[in-house]
């Protein structure tokens, strides 16, 4: 999975302070899901910098509606824009 990701560009090499361990969860149809535990990395974060809607709230934001899409979020994760100075935040170490 990191030679994978490492080809593709999401992950490079990195001397960064910071490091979190990868964690390997095998999902229901056998395949492994590669996670990244940022429990340490969090204790340091600001606590809700942005406030997250009660689902309440966002269901009657959709009431109405008619057309939904999706999301892939395996594709789409990694295209999330970060500033340049919090990319060494996201390091993680493995053997």
Do not use: C
Not at 23 to 43: A, P
Not at 44 to 51: G, I, Q
Not at 60 to 74: A, K, N, Q, T, V
């Amino acid at each position: 999975m990191v030679d994978e990701m490492k080809a593709v560009g999401i992950i490079r090499l990195s001397k960064s302070p910071f490091s979190s361990i990868v964690v390997l969860v095998k999902k229901r149809d056998g395949t492994w899901r590669f996670s990244v535990n940022y429990h340490s990395l969090n204790q340091l974060v600001v606590k809700d910098k942005y406030h997250i809607l009660l689902i309440d709230d966002l269901l009657d934001d959709l009431h109405g509606s008619h057309y939904f899409s999706e999301l892939h979020l395996r594709a789409g994760f990694h295209h999330v824009h970060m500033v340049p100075e919090d990319i060494p935040k996201t390091v993680f170490r493995m053997h």
